[in-house]
């Protein structure tokens, strides 16, 4: 996420960036999906709270820094609302998704579906913000 949410690639269009942002997400958890099933239905009864609560805010840091650079600009007034919003939204569909077996829900359909929803929340409808049909 780091590399990719880097400013150097903060001109390229939203959808292209948000694309390779959550697809990658996608493949991390497809990597052990056995595992991260494991942590979903565990993980906060053994971890640490705060050791969580310390993973994510750095991760909505590092989303929240890359809103407020973007361009063109997001329409959300507050980056760090923004960002954990989409954090969370994408994290907790991603997870959902593992415990699923349900047809229509294959890894591309869910990227598919979370790149629209997240782009939606951030830049808005039309393609006024680099935002381009699939």
Not at 22 to 51: C, M, N, Q, T
Not at 72 to 82: L, S, W
């Amino acid at each position: 996420m780091q590399n990719v949410l880097a400013r150097a690639n903060l001109t390229r269009k939203p959808r292209e960036l948000l694309r390779e942002v959550i697809a990658g997400l996608a493949k991390l958890y497809g990597a052990s999906p056995g595992l991260h099933r494991v942590l979903v239905i565990e993980g906060l009864r053994v971890a640490k709270a705060d050791r969580v609560l310390a993973f994510d805010a750095r991760v909505i840091g590092i989303i929240r820094n890359s809103l407020e650079a973007m361009e063109p600009p997001i329409r959300r007034r507050n980056a760090q609302a923004a960002a954990f919003v989409a954090f969370q939204s994408v994290r907790a569909t991603m997870l959902a998704s593992l415990l699923s077996d349900k047809p229509g829900l294959e890894e591309q359909t869910v990227v598919d579906e979370l790149v629209d929803l997240v782009l939606q929340y951030l830049v808005g409808p039309g393609g006024s913000n680099g935002q381009e049909g699939r």
